[in-house]
């Protein structure tokens, strides 16, 4: 009994998957009962319906110092920055991680799913220098730009051609660029954005012109895309630390 179950999915999985790649309906609404029966699943189905056209990356996952290398880079090539500013900060531990290093600075945490957006704010609430607030709330310059694993979509589906130009279809470049841009301008001049696990290459964005990659500064560690949603090859790398001219 146990092996038939076992042999009916793997016999499912395939269907499901190629199902998934191609967004098809049935699969949609599986997928979104998941999500309704938990309070996070449900707020990000909320998200994906009211925000469709600004929303990146849709799952929440975070953990405490998740990128050391990069805070550290940050720290050393900005160590008295003021403003910080984390792009989809999630529930907030990544404010926690650059409070680790940097110890005077404000830091806004932005983030669009309001669940994660108030788990945010009640964990760092006894910090006065830290707030959390939705993206269309941001103001003001910043000498610091995090967006972590934020610019992107699911990247479970990037084996080949055909998986990839499935996710370009959900997260094409045109919604990354806009996102760069917006980025790019809430960065003072000689400010830094950082980024990790984007789906395209900050350097083909309509603002690299204003942007300086930092030589040294980690590889992107992932499959890319190019602006036209073909898999970039492993040699052409991008950078993760841009210096605004
Ligand atoms: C995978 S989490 C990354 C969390 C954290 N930066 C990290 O790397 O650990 C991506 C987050 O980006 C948020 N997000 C997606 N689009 C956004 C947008 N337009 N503005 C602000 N946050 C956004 C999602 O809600 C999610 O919480």
């Given amino acids: 009994m146990q092996l038939g179950t076992m042999n009916l999915r793997a016999r499912l999985s395939p269907i499901i998957k190629a199902a998934r790649l191609r967004r098809a309906l049935w699969v949609r609404a599986i997928d979104a009962a998941g999500l309704l029966r938990m309070a996070e699943g449900r707020a990000r189905l909320w998200t994906r319906l009211v925000y469709r056209r600004e929303l990146h990356q849709t799952a929440p996952y975070t953990w405490l110092n998740r990128y050391p290398a990069l805070f550290d880079l940050a720290a050393e090539l900005e160590p008295d920055a003021r403003r910080i500013l984390s792009f989809g900060c999630s529930t907030g531990e990544e404010l926690v991680s650059l409070r680790g290093r940097f110890a005077h600075a404000e830091i806004v945490g932005a983030e669009i799913n309001p669940r994660s957006r108030a788990i945010a704010q009640h964990r760092v609430a006894a910090d006065a220098q830290t707030r959390v607030i939705p993206p269309e709330s941001i103001t003001g310059s910043f000498d610091l ?3 972590l694993s934020v610019l992107q ?3 479970r589906g990037l084996k080949n ?5 499935h996710l370009a279809a959900r997260y094409p470049f045109a919604r990354f660029d806009a996102g760069v841009r917006g980025l790019v301008a809430c960065l003072r001049p000689g400010g830094f954005l950082i980024v990790a696990n984007t789906l395209y290459r900050v350097e083909d964005s309509s603002v690299a012109v204003e942007l300086e990659p930092i030589v040294g500064s980690p590889g992107m560690n992932r499959v ?3 602006p036209r949603g073909r898999r970039l090859a492993a040699a052409a790398a991008a950078r993760t630390v841009f210096r605004r001219i």
């Fill in 153 to 155: 979509r699911d990247p």
């Fill in 145 to 147: 730009v995090f967006a």
């Fill in 161 to 165: 051609e055909m998986e990839a130009k």
């Fill in 224 to 226: 890319q895309l190019t």
